[in-house]
C-alpha cells in the first residue's frame, strides 16, 4: 500500500494552521506577560472548542447550538476525577463512591471525560443526527438549555448552580497548544478524509448525496461524536484553567461567542476556524481594554460596558449581512494554494475506461403496482415497468405525467404509497435511497443538483470512492478511475473549479460523471439534454452510446428531447396522468394513437395545465 | 523571526495600553478589583467600585498610603459570572497587584479569590456575606459586609420581639447567600423557640412566584412572618405576587434588598424589614459620605454597598501602614490583627480573633412610604448565633 | 380544592403569557422562517416605556397604550433595520442574526437606561385581591387572564374576517403563493413584526405587573420559554403556539406545585423532559403538520 497522498496533503494543510497557533504560544511566552499569556491560552482553549464545532457544522452544514454543552459536560466529568476528595465530600454528596476517591491528574482524566462526553453524544446523536437544517439546528439548541437545566438540577452531583471550585489548575499556556494542535489536526483530517468528503457533500446537497450511495445519517453521527469529543476536551481544559466551574459558564453567552468565532472566519474550513477565533480574539481583547474604567494615564474613561458583547454582535452581523462564507470562503488555505499553482490540471494521457461496469449479470429493474398520491392527488398511478441489464429505455410523457416522480420512486427518494421495486430480485421497496444506490443504481435529477461549492474532481470523487470503501485512503485508491471519467465527460480542464461555476452544459456532463463513477449496473437519468443545443444533444447521445458499450449499463432517459429518445433508446416507454399509456419500440410509439392524442395533441395545444405542471415541480423537488 | 518579535512587540504595546504594564512605579500600591459591572451584579459591583474610588482619590489627595504609597486602582469587568472572574483575577494577579477587592456574590470571588490566594495576595469581599468564605478560599480572604449570621440572628431576635412565633421560610439552593442566610434564620429562630411551618424554594431563573403564592395563602395555619435573603429580581417578583394574592403577613428580608428598586416598589413592599450594615441618620458620617458620592457620581444612593468599597480601600490602607510593607504576607497578618477600626457606615469593625469574618453590628430598618426607617443597629448576642 | 382552582388560574395566567410571545414569535417564524431571538428585547422596551411613562406621572392608561406603542415601533423598525439584510437567507443565519440582535440590544439598555432593576409600581386600584367565592384571586391576574383571552379572540376574528389576517395566514401557509397573489412582502412583514411586537408589548405589561420591575436582561427567559413552546406546538402552526404556551405554563406551574422538595431543583429538567416526551409521541409538534421529506 502506498503512502496515502491525500492524507499526506492534508496532514500539510494542518501543519501549515499550526504555525500561526506556534507562533501566538511563543509570543505570548517571550512577552512574559501574564495577562497576554491567559488571553492567549484562553484563545487556544477556545480554538480547540471552534474546531469541534467545525467537524459537524462545517461539514454538515447544520449549525449547532449545543456543543457548548458537550464543554460543560466534559468539565464537570473531568472535575469529578480531579477535585481533592475531601472537597468532593464537602460539595458533591451524591457522588458514587468510586468517583469521590479518586484524585487523578487532569492529564489522566482528561481521557475518561472526554469518553465519556463522546458517549453522552452518540446517544444525543442518534436522534440530532436523524435531523438537517432548521430542525437539527433547533434541536441542537434543546440540547443546551437541556444539559443547562440538568447540570443544575443535579445539585448533588455537580454543586447546582453555585460554583465548583478548587480544580487544580493544571492546564498552561502549552498544554493549551498541544492540545488546540491535536485539534486542529483532527479536524482538518477529518474535513480531508473520504467520511468528510461525503459529509460535506450531504451538506451542499442531500438527495444527491443519498443519490449516491452516502449514508449521511451516519456521517452525521461520526462527525457529531468527533467534534462532541473536541468540545469536551475544550471544556475540560476550560476547567482546568480557571478552577471553577458553573452551568452559566457554559450557556448562551460561550455559545455565541464560539459561533461568532467559527462563522466570522467561516464555517466550513478548518482554515477559518483559525482564522476567526484569532480575529474575534483580537477584537474581544482590543475592546476590553477600551472597557476598563477608571483613570489611565490621567484620562478618566468614558464608561462603556458590555463593548465586547457589542463587538461580537457586530461582527456576527457583518458577517451575516455581506460575507456568508466568512473570512477564508470555502477553501483551506492549502487548497487555495494548490489552486493557485495548478491552474490547468495535468490530463492523464491515455483515458482508460472508466470502470469495468459491476457487469451485465443480473434480472434488471422491476417496478409492479407502483402508486404514488401527494394529499389527493395520485402522480403515478399503478404503473408497472421493466429495465433490462445493458438496455436503454426512455421515458417520455407530457409535463405532469409523473416520470420524475417515478424516478424518485424507483431510487427511494421518495418511499411509495404501493407497489414494490426490485432491483437484480433484491426487493427495494421502502428502502431509503443510499442503500438502493448501493445495490447498483445511479440517478441524475431534473434540476442539477451537483455539491457546489466542491471541486468538480470532488463531485466525481465523492462517487467513485463507494466502490473503494474497504481502502485505507478511498479517495486515494479512487484516483485513477475519477482522472478517466473526468477526462472522458470532457471535464478534466475544470477539474479544480468548484461544480457551482461551471456553466450549464458542463454541469449535466459533471452529473452524469458523477453518477457513472458509482460504476453502477442502472442509471436513471432525468432529462439530461434540457436546455441543451443540438450539438450539445449530439454529444451527450454519443457519450451514453459509448457509456454504455463499454459498461453495459441499463439507462432510463427521462427527456423532452423526442429527436434524443427516438436515436438512443431500443424501447420507449410513455406516461400520462400517472399511467403508462403506451410501450414498444421508438417506431411503435411514435404512431401509437394514444401517444399522439395525450403527447402530441397536447403539445400541439400549446398551453400546458397550471394544476399538472405544479404538481410536476412539487414532486420533483421534494 | 522578525514576525515574532513583531507579534510579542505588538502584544507588550497592547498590554501597556490597558494600564497592566508590567513595570509600574515601584511605590505604587496597585488594589485590584475584579468587578462585575455588567450583569446581575452591576448595580452592587459599581456602587462598591465608585465607593472605593472615592477612597483612593481621598488617600492619593494626602500623598498616599502613610504618605507615602498612592494606590493605583485597577477595575477590570467580570460580567457577574464566575468563569470570568476566574479570567480577570488571573489578569490582575498578573498585572502584579498587591490587593485585591472581589465581587459581590460568593462564587465569582471564591473564583477570582483561590487565584490572589495562591499568590498571596490580600482580598476583601465587600458584600459578599457568606461567613464561610474566607474559610473556603483561604487565609488571605477577608469578608467586609455583615456576616450572614449575624443577620440572621438579628432578624430572628427582632422576630421574636414582635411575637412572631411560627415562620415561613424562602430560600434558593442556587447562590450561598440565598441557600446560607435563611437556613442561619430557621437555626437561630428555632434554637430560641420558634416554629419554621415550612421551607419554600425557587430557582435562579424563576420569575413566576404563583406557585409558591398559592402555597402560602393555603397554609393552616398561616405563618406568623415570611422569611428570605432573594433580592433582585426575584424578591421584588416575590413580594408583589405575595400581596398582590392577598396575602398581608409581615416579610423579613435581608441586605440584600438594600436597594432602590426595594423602595420604588410602591405598596406592595410596605412594611417590609431588612437588615443592612449602616444607617445613614441625619448628621452622622454615613449620610455626609452618601453627600459626598451624590456630589461625585451625581445619585443620591443611601445603599451600603459604596460605603463597603471605601471601607475596603481604607482598611487595606489601615493594613498597610500598619505593616508598613507591601508583601502579601505582612499585609494579611496586620489586616487579621485589625480591632475597633471606625467604618463609615457607623460600626467598629474587627477582624481579630474572628477568622476574618468582621464582626460589627446589624443595623435592622423597615419600608415606610418608599423610605427607610430606622429601627435599631445592635450587635447581635454571641451565645445566639450560629456556627458557620 | 382551592389549592387546585387557585394553581389552575396560576398556570393559565402564566401560560397565557407564554402564549403571547409564543404567537408573536410563531407569526413572524411561519411568514420569514425567522425564529426572533431578540423578541424577548422587544417586551423589555415596552416594559422600560411602561417604566419611564409612569415616572414622568403620564397618566396610567396612556403609559399602558405608550408602551404597546413602544413595542409595536421597535418591533417594525427592528424587521426593516436588522432582518431584511438577512431575509432570503437559510434559518441559522437568521437566528444568529437575531441572536446579534438581541445581544446588542441588552447591552444597549445596560449602558444607556441602567444595568439594575428598576421597580415599576403598578397603581393602588390594580394591586390586591379579588375574593370569588372562597377563593382569593390576585387582580392582575383575574386582569392577565381576561385580557389574554380577549386577546386572543380578537386574533381569531382578524385571522379570519379581516384582508389584512387572511393575507397574513395565507403567507402563513405559503408564502410564496401569496406573494404570488400580489401581496406586498414588505407589507406582509411590516405587519407581522408590528403583531408580534404588539404582542410582546401585552405580555410585557402582565409580565412587568407580575415581576415589579424592569432590568436588560429580563427578556431573555420569558422568550426561551416560548421558543419552547412554538416547538412543541409545531413550528410555524400558530394555534400550536398558543397551545404550546399554556401547555407549558401548566407543566411549570404543576411541578412547582406538586414536586417533593428534593426533586424541585430538576423542576426545569423535568418539566423539558416532559416535553421531549410530548415531541417523541409527535415529532411534528402539537398542531404541527408531517411533512414528507427526504431520507
Known sequence: MPFAPTFARDLFGAGVLLVPLALVALAAQVSSDGALVSAATLMLISLIAVAGVQVYSGNSGVISFGHVAFMGLGAYFAAWLTLPSSMKARMLPDLPALLSGAELDMLVAVFPAVAAVA????????????????????????????????????????RGSQALFGLPLSVDLWTAFVCAAVAVVLARLYRGSNAGLQLRASREDEPAALACGIDVVRRRLGAWVLSAALAGLAGVLYGHYLGVLTPRAFYFNMTFSLLAMLIVGGMTTVTGAVAGTFVVSLIVEGLRRFEQVGTIGGVTMPELHGLTTIGLSVAILAVMYKLRSGLTGYLEIDERWRRARAGRATVGAAAPTPADSAGTSGTGIACRGLVKRFGGVTAVADVSLDLRPGEILGLIGPNGAGKSTLLALVSGTLTPSGGKVAIDETDVTGWPSYRIARCGLARTFQNIRLFQHLSVRENVEVAATLNAAGAIDPRAEAAPAVDALLARFDLAELAGRPAGTLAYGPQRRLEIARAAAMRPRYLLLDEPAAGMNQTESDALLRMLQALRAETGIGLLVVDHDLRLIMRLC?????????????????????????????????????????????AETASSQE | MSLKNALAAAAVAATAVGGAGAAGAQEQVRIGFAAGLTGYLAFFDGMVRNGAQMAVDEINAQGGIAGQWPIEFIVRDMRSDAAAAAVVARELVAADIHAMITPCDVDPAIAAGQLAQAAEIPMMSPCASTPTLPGQVGPYMFNLKTADNLQATVLSEFAHEQGYETAYVLLSPDTPYTDLLPRYFIQAFEASGGEVLEVGTYGWDQQDFSAEVTAIANMEPQPDVIMTSAYEPHFPAFITQLRNAGVEIPVLGSDGIDSPTTLGLGEVAEGVVFSMAG??????????????????????????FSASGYEAIMLFAEAIEQAGSLEGPAIRDALDRIADFPGVTGTEITYEGQNRVALRDVTLVRVEGGQQVFLRQVAPDPAEVPEP | MDILIQNLINALALGGTYALLALGLALVFS?????????????????????????????????????????????????????????DASMATMLLTSFAVSAILQVAYQNLISPRPLPVAMPSFLGGAVEIGSLQVGMIQLLALGCTAALLLLLVWVFRYTA???????????????????????????????????????????????????????????????????????????????????????????????LPSDLLPYRD?????????????????LMGRRREGVR
Open chain 2, 279 to 304: 444607617y445613614p441618620a441625619e448628621g452622622s458620617e454615613l449620610e455626609a459620605f452618601y453627600r459626598d458620592y451624590e456630589e461625585r457620581f451625581g445619585e443620591y444612593l443611601p445603599f451600603a
Open chain 3, 269 to 285: 429538567a423535568l418539566s423539558l423532559l416532559l416535553i421531549i416526551l410530548v415531541l417523541l409521541v409527535r415529532p411534528q409538534g
Open chain 3, 164 to 258: 389584512f389576517g387572511v393575507a397574513m395566514r395565507a403567507a402563513a401557509e405559503d408564502f410564496d403563493t401569496t406573494r404570488l397573489m400580489g401581496i406586498r412582502a414588505n407589507a406582509l412583514f411590516a405587519g407581522a413584526f408590528a403583531l408580534s411586537g404588539l404582542l410582546a408589548g401585552v405580555a410585557a405589561l402582565f409580565w412587568v405587573a407580575q415581576r415589579g420591575s424592569v432590568d436588560p436582561l429580563m427578556g431573555f427567559l420569558p422568550v426561551l420559554k416560548a421558543f419552547i413552546a412554538v416547538i412543541v406546538g409545531g413550528l410555524g402552526s400558530l394555534v400550536g403556539a398558543v397551545a404550546g404556551g399554556f401547555l407549558l405554563g401548566a407543566i411549570e406551574i404543576a411541578l412547582r406545585a406538586l
Open chain 3, 31 to 87: 411568514i420569514m422562517g425567522l425564529i426572533n431571538l431578540a423578541h424577548g428585547e422587544l417586551m423589555t422596551i415596552g416594559a422600560y416605556a411602561l417604566y419611564f411613562m409612569i415616572l414622568w406621572a403620564f397618566p396610567f392608561w396612556l403609559a399602558l397604550v405608550g408602551a404597546l406603542l413602544c413595542a409595536v415601533v421597535a418591533a417594525v423598525l427592528m424587521e426593516r433595520v436588522a432582518f431584511r439584510p438577512v431575509r
Open chain 1, 119 to 158: 458517549c453522552a453524544a452518540l446517544a444525543v446523536g442518534l436522534t440530532i443526527a436523524r435531523l438537517d437544517g432548521a430542525a437539527g439546528a433547533i434541536a441542537t439548541l434543546g440540547l443546551l438549555v437541556i444539559v443547562y437545566s440538568l447540570l443544575i438540577g443535579a445539585q448533588g452531583l455537580t
Open chain 1, 570 to 614: 431500443e424501447r420507449v416507454v410513455v406516461m400520462n396522468k400517472g399511467r403508462v399509456i403506451a410501450e414498444g419500440p421508438p417506431e411503435t410509439v411514435q404512431t401509437d394513437p394514444n401517444v399522439v392524442e395525450a403527447y402530441l395533441g397536447r403539445r400541439a395545444r400549446g398551453g400546458a395545465s397550471a394544476a399538472e405542471d405544479r
